[in-house]
């Protein structure tokens, strides 16, 4: 950690800080430069609390070395991680597919779906049970209901199921039915959410939050793998910018950088990166080609009827050319699909 | 709701869409134009699905007419609400001031702040009990002990207190203490939280997500409402935006637009909307300025030791002296302090 | 245009604006509802002050139909452009790499790199003569002599040359040495600079602006285009958001939306849009795969030493590299390099 | 200068990086940390190329700590400056209103504008006469024609006069009129204007970029002072964000916080701050309540039909009132109007 001291501050005020410094066990080395004073702290800084330091007397401001995470960094795990959801590995050779519709609506919609999506090559079905919705009037999901026909349809194609948990109480239900649990965007910083799903050993895919920086999303993935769950996928969605012509701005640069910060998987969600149907197909294959361990997308056997997400859902006729333009995408990156 | 077609779409397709409005209960009015059909269509807009529509053949994009909220919106209930806080009116002549700390840290320390800011003329208690915390292992709050602290500082002081709640499993217990139930701005969307707030009777303080505009606040405030709790007062406490040299950029536009589009009381948050100590003064009396019906500050006895927050947290007597200026502010406003 | 009043407005002010709009040409078609009148625009409102109309009494708000921009539309020219570079035609089949050092520097530099690239497979050279800068302490670039020294390299390896130009009246000047004038993201809406370009005849390169929505982009081409120029490539080179990891957040959802509104060829330049060399490959990647008609990639000798740039710049070796690489790419979306 | 190494780098990458210190004069002072080492650098680090520094191999990241700016700099200048402008002066405990039209329209308008907001106690009176405008087809002013009838106003009323210059070759043909040259937010980061602009001596009212950090703000203003015009004034007009419910966000954090930093004047424009307006008389109060050392409002005797920016003009009553609500506001802060 690095103190900068404001303009000629007198000694008495960097003494203070050393002081301070030493009581917490680090080792302050103070470098008194023409216009300002610079004071070195080694160990481990992580113990330190930066906003308390930041407030003292006479210091401009604080600035880190080390990275605030420890378990999700790939300097303390060199290697990529691979996360097993009931016998599909993310984060290997094979980029992964999910399918499936926003809501979970019947039980045809979602049984047509599974096979049409296995079919064309999608390892994990998606689908909503639990939907968090902006408006207090729109429709919010199946609920347990909307659970048990996700597991008819894993029964009836052998897709792993993945499906949003949206509170703490409801981990429980959501993992007797699911393979993978969700945690949307809107709940990035939910963290009692997290903290149980931690406790929880289901793989969990965590969307990152509409304004969330990369540290903000490594933090979130810290939370879970702290707390006893290291099977966590990050998932790429899209931020909110300035940009009204899309719903989201898809941020791809997050890919490779926060692979280089990490050893976690990470997949790209190009339905609500774009909002729009006729983007999405270009935006999965820029999403592998930027290095994605896979991607997660919204399709619906008559989307024009879909209950949610309506203008960004993609046809299973669609799905299936899709999945045809993806394979040459992710062999011309030295993958497969 | 206006419907714009795309660029000389066949008369089929207009047709389609105009069949599917009827069956509705709309009354859609088609216009053709030279280059494009549009379709007005009469009727309460809020019943259909936009996205549906959007997504349907033909239609280039859909334009709503209607505000997607009813309850909280000024049009149904033209007079400013004016919200209790056990005796403390919200929204009236009077603006209001919510002090004390980030976190709630020992009986000392909150009592203390309590005596101090209701002597300086502060309104309501405040202070975090359960924290939700960017990094794992950052100061988690005192939980229900935190609860009981507060408590025993009102019982001193007679100011009511407002507390943070996370989750709807805490909700019954944090009302056993707290006069006002704070959602935080990352639970600005929890909708199953709002939910159940809706259904405690208790004055909800509704803090604005950091990249939610104005409608999602608006909707995420009629979740509360729509679920049976007028009490809800909004707060302003910055966004999230590319300046990095504060921690959030205040955006007190936000005061007089929601004001014109809503009867809700509005309070501003200059300790979060800065994150800067020195800056908290003047954004106070700019909110003031811009229409706030209050202000929320961050104050404790020993800033430099706060457990958190600690370098937007002011002084007692920095806030003693801020009271003195703002009491001259508002009355330039007209309003009193 | 659609005009929404206010809730319950009177007749008077509904006539006042109809009788506004028959002055200017227009047909008004009120629509009475049960909340609202809405007025329906038949006409070309491009020629209307939409400004005026929204702030007269009694709007609520008005809502465009038609698109600002007409000469850059896919509307009004269904097919791809194809502008000719000297010789090199972008937005064809053929994707096209434009590489070169931020800065030209000296002679040895810029020669030695566009011999480099020729062979790696680039067909236009890029280097900057005039140089914005953030700092006035930092390096403005040779100017004149930069240019001079561009020409030189085009003569030894028959590539076209692309630089940019600062202000219109070194239009001239650059246009003498140059085959393609570039605007940079900072003179976006210099519209004097647009207006001049439109007059010269000579390839643009138009770089977003890095707060640019989509159709502002496209309203800066239309500036070129209506003023005789329809010579103009666009370039997504990233936009500023609150994400500080990457000093810039590459917008690829840009590509295939500003294809479906324009015919104009886009390039994607992933040097500025990550500010970080390690992802340069991922995200040049990811640009062609999203559809980009071509990169732009900044390459230097020795990126260490450069003198603007350097840690967004790769080596000739690695630019080598990454033209293999994106060969493969450009095959899988059914181009070639 | 603080120099972080990657983890567990070689010793001789470290020597390799000391050399290249020691070289261009600075005193480099290795510490040796358990996971990385950290070089702290003392000297003036402003000579040095940061990127550069950061693209050395084994570099991870390069943290300034002194500021790239010294003209503009608090640090350097500790007081206040208070800037003439043909005898007014801005920056003193008097807070100076510029008020006007967008664009000159005619002789009667800007006469009649000038002589009404001078006796509701204006000090400066601002008019385009030419307009920077996001679309080719939008009107974009009288050019020559408007700074006469400019001038007019002044003779006919007194009031100094403050216009925008679009590109250097205008700035002597402005400077012929006007007595403060006024560089637009699309032109922040126009350097060859602002270098220019140093040369000439007039004051010079330079608004931020609407993507412009407080740095940038700072540099830019550093341009013109270290070409040697130091009669610099700030303006904030709002910044793009992602809130759409208004033109721009209007971020009065700039004030206090760039008060602290420089010891140039800052003045607030509330109407391209909001873009709306019935909104325009609060944040003028905020802007002043934060602060700012004067407001720059757009006024027009029949805003409805004002050639530009007409749904953000006020009309000359509305002015009148506000300047009588601001003066309660400017004592309230100690100041006067």
């Known amino acids: 950690m690095i103190i900068v001291m404001k303009r000629y501050e007198a000694k008495d005020k960097v003494e203070q800080i050393i002081e301070k410094l030493k009581k917490a066990g680090m080792q302050p080395v103070p470098l008194f430069g023409v216009e300002r004073t610079v004071i070195a702290v080694i160990g481990d800084e992580r113990i330190l609390d930066i906003q308390q330091l930041a407030s003292m007397d006479g210091v401009e401001k604080v600035m880190p070395v080390l990275k605030p995470y420890k378990f999700v960094s790939r300097e303390s795990h060199p290697e990529n991680s691979i996360i097993d959801v009931a016998g599909v590995r993310i984060g290997g050779k ?75 109480k409801y981990i429980t239900m959501v993992a007797k039915y699911a393979d993978m649990l969700q945690v949307g965007a809107r709940n990035m910083q939910n963290y009692d959410l997290l903290r149980d799903l931690g406790r929880c ?26 707390n006893g769950n290291p099977n966590v996928v990050l998932c790429e969605r899209g931020i909110r910018t300035f940009v009204a012509e899309t719903r989201n701005t898809l941020d791809l640069n997050m890919v490779p950088l926060v692979k280089e910060l990490s050893h976690l998987p990470i997949i790209v969600d190009p339905s609500h990166g774009t909002g729009i149907r006729s983007l999405v197909g270009s935006m999965a294959k820029a ?29 299973l006729a669609h799905f299936k050319t899709l999945m045809q333009e993806l394979r040459a995408v992710t062999q011309a990156v030295g993958r497969e699909l």
């Not at 930027?290 to 997400?309: T, Y």
Request: net charge neutral; aromatic share 4%.
């Open 94 to 168: 094979k980029a992964i597919v999910m399918a499936g519709p926003c809501s979970v609506e019947d039980e045809q919609q979602i049984v047509e779906t599974a096979n049409s999506v296995k079919e064309a090559g999608a390892s994990i079905l998606r689908g909503g049970a639990f939907k968090p919705r902006t408006g207090p009037y729109d429709f919010q999901g199946l609920k347990e209901e909307g659970l048990k026909l996700l597991a008819k349809a894993r029964d009836a194609t052998g897709l792993p199921v993945v499906t949003e948990v949206m509170q703490p």
């Open 201 to 226: 050993k289901k793989p969990v895919l965590l969307k990152r939050g509409m304004s969330s920086t990369y540290k903000e999303l490594l933090l979130a993935a810290e939370y879970i793998v702290a």
């Open 287 to 315: 999403g592998i080609a930027a290095g994605a361990d896979g991607l997660m997308v919204e399709v619906h056997p008559r989307p024009d009827k879909a209950k949610s997400d309506a203008d960004q859902t993609i046809s």
